[in-house]
């Protein structure tokens, strides 16, 4: 008997999982039906074809990520950092007419107070951290990847990096794409993507830096096929410089680093990772699954008998 | 009577330069027919296109840009720096069977070995100074600006920086496009654009600054007109910051800048330096014209009695 079906919803894709009153996932389905692709507001539709034979599951439903936003179904308002679980249950909204709660997402700002936003991260966040874990850096790799500081299951801060879309908007339109192979597969984490992570690593400016992807194709110092990974290597590079040393000043040495994702990023961040001497753990890959049961249970959305064990075993 | 016949020849755009015997441009003409315009290497057509019925003028011509590249009409290898007048001129490249003759481009290699390089840029650089100068440090705004230490006449070392592409490329494909208004006219610099600017001349990751022109929007607290001025601002002021540190690294000590350029952008890049108390001269726009005299003296291709007055009036 299923007691959740929890769904993590973003901007291109929608995942569900359907989890027992364990909190075990027993099923998932996805679909390319994310907040964007979802047109004149038909996502009780999305949402059903997303479901299939599960629509007529009376498990309570509950989502976080993009389709909390303004774009999305309805808008559940960011919750300040720090933010903890019970900040989350208090920010929840329920979809009238469904059986749908939607989790908020959570904003804070930095040093220069300029906003910072995240959707979907702060749950993935909850199903990867224990109570018990204190201080403990995350790095959420992704289009737009999110670093956190979390202390005994408190999001305290957290920092976005356009990391991924730059790179795949310099890959496709920039002049640096012109000396790739076109569709070389990035995904490699050899000598090229290494020399990258090296160069991001030090001190630069990006638009400076980035710039070398063409030079030394140019002079024939990096093959075609190597471009993207290079150019990869040295963002993530930057990125993992930078985040570190703001988690330095909010009292995480950046010695060790949770990975929380699903997607072929993990690989390369933890590559880059154990190149700057970060210890790597990864989360498993259901986190967002596990949060969204967690959020669900204290919430009271999942009925007692059912969360009657209370951690998820998933 | 016409000396020479100078053209700046770039990657979109071609301009070509009369000059008369004492070195003052007495007509220019430009059109769409640069490097990437001009279909299966007919480049001969393109420049009688450009000249029009300056194309049977008996004076020699020499062109800079990209037309010397290896996309162009015959390459010209890279000089090294550190780069004088006679280095150039001892690149010099011409094209057989035709009364032109072509600048070469320079290379450098920055603080880690990545190569840098530039074409057309070293000609409005020696058009930009005078042999009495020492020690001036030149901005050249562009697609791809430019950064240069000059020591009497000397290009030391340079430095580009992708900051216009980059701006552009978010602009129109990323996601911070979404909450600006679709074209709106960045060209201000107003109130936005200062506080684009004072936030890039801050220390930071540009990566995650660039996601601010999101999330101020999406907080209400940057109009969607706004949102073009305020990313360039930040990319032109991180530009700044770096560049000038390049500079003070290299003896140049980043309070006076020589701004060398024609479009829309110095008036912005003179706007960002006043913000960050550095003193500008802007070098007249003709700086491409004096180079390509300069060089074309120096080369003996102007014939004496036109090059009589030796030093360029206009």
Redesign the interface.
């Known amino acids: 008997v299923s007691a959740l079906i929890a769904i993590d919803w973003g901007t291109t894709a929608a995942r569900a999982y359907v989890l027992d009153g364990a909190g075990t996932v027993t099923g998932t389905r996805s679909a390319p039906l994310g907040v964007q692709h979802v047109q004149d507001g038909r996502f009780a539709d999305a949402l059903s074809a997303l479901l299939g034979d599960w629509r007529d599951d009376p498990a309570p439903r509950i989502a976080c990520g993009m389709i909390g936003s303004r774009q999305g179904w309805l808008e559940a308002p960011y919750v300040a950092c720090p933010a903890q679980l019970p900040d989350l249950v208090a920010g929840l909204v329920h979809v009238p007419g469904s059986r749908l709660t939607i989790v908020p997402g959570v904003?804070t700002r930095?040093a220069?107070g300029?906003?910072?936003?995240m959707r979907g991260e702060e749950t993935q966040i909850a199903g990867a951290i224990a109570a018990r874990d204190a201080r403990v850096l995350c790095t959420l790799p992704g289009t737009?990847s999110k670093w956190a500081c979390v202390d005994a299951g408190r999001l305290v801060d957290f920092?976005?990096?356009?990391?991924g879309?730059?790179w795949d908007?310099?890959l496709r339109?920039?002049?640096l794409g012109r000396l790739a192979t076109p569709g070389s597969p990035a995904g490699g984490v050899g000598a090229a993507f290494e020399r990258g992570v090296a160069?991001g690593l030090?001190p630069?400016?990006?638009?400076?830096?980035?710039?070398?992807a063409r030079?030394?194709a140019?002079?024939g110092?990096l093959a075609a096929e190597d471009v993207a990974d290079w150019l990869s290597g040295l963002?993530i590079g930057?990125?993992i410089r930078?985040?570190r040393a703001w988690g330095q000043r909010h009292g995480y040495d950046g010695s060790r680093v949770r990975l929380v994702g699903a997607d072929a990023l993990v690989a390369r961040y933890a590559a880059a990772m154990r190149h700057a001497d970060i210890a790597v753990e990864v989360a498993d890959s259901n986190a967002a699954a596990r949060g969204l049961w967690r959020i669900a249970t204290q919430a009271g959305i999942v009925s007692p008998s059912a969360a009657a064990s209370g951690v998820p075993s998933a």
């Open positions: 904003r930095d220069n300029v906003p910072d936003v737009h920092m976005s990096f356009m990391t879309e730059m908007l310099l339109h920039s002049i160069r030090g630069g400016n990006l638009a400076h830096d980035a710039f070398g030079t030394l140019l002079m110092e963002m930057r990125e930078n985040a």
